[in-house]
């Protein structure tokens, strides 16, 4: 089984918004739950993570710690939007409101891949 340890940013981004977009396509057409369809994801592609979340295990991977206290702050999306919580803002949870969830994503890859260009420029 493959973990989130040692994965660059780039490749956690590209595979957590995979999982989300075959999620949302699988709600569209199904009853399962979100956490139940992200372990499906997860077992068919042989991964393994501790939280069913590639930001959440790669952070937990880079804190060393398994406290969402501590991990939650080195989540990839906090280093595009600051406040960015996937289980504590209720206009995007995760599992409460999965397609607003995942078009916060989607924008914020958009934002990130900005950043980025930014970036080189300046440089």
């Not at 973990?3 to 490749?11: E, I, L, N």
Request: hydrophobic share 35%.
């Amino acid at each position: 089984m493959k973990t989130a340890k040692g994965m660059q940013v780039a490749t956690v981004w590209k595979l957590q918004l995979q999982m989300a977009d075959w999620i949302a396509g699988q709600l569209k057409i199904c009853q399962a739950t979100v956490g139940h369809l992200k372990r499906q994801w997860l077992d068919e592609h042989s991964y393994f993570l501790h939280e069913n979340c590639f930001f959440c295990d790669s952070a937990m991977y880079k804190t060393g710690s398994r406290d969402s206290g501590v991990y939650c702050e080195e989540c990839p999306g906090r280093r595009v939007y600051k406040n960015f919580h996937c289980c504590q803002h209720a206009g995007y949870h995760w599992s409460e409101n999965p397609f607003e969830f995942i078009a916060k994503l989607h924008r914020m890859d958009k934002k990130r891949l900005q950043m980025l260009r930014e970036k080189r420029t300046a440089q």
